[in-house]
């Protein structure tokens, strides 16, 4: 599945598209929908940096 983030709202977020794709991971994992694995997983990012 992917996601599209339209411009406007990438824009208006006033941060890039990847600070905005780890912000929307982050709000995941802190609302308990992902776990800190899945997280780190999807942020690319090694588990004790996430």
Same mark, same amino acid.
Do not use: N, R, T
């Given at each position: 599945m992917s &996601?599209?983030?339209?411009?406007d709202i990438v824009q208006?977020?006033?941060l890039s598209e990847k600070e905005l794709v780890l912000e929307l991971?982050? &709000?995941?994992f802190q609302s308990k929908k992902i776990s800190?694995?899945?997280a780190s997983?999807?942020?690319?990012?090694?588990?004790l940096q996430f």
């Open positions: &996601l599209v983030i339209s411009e208006a977020s006033g991971i982050i &709000l995941l800190i694995g899945k997983q999807l942020a690319k990012m090694p588990l």
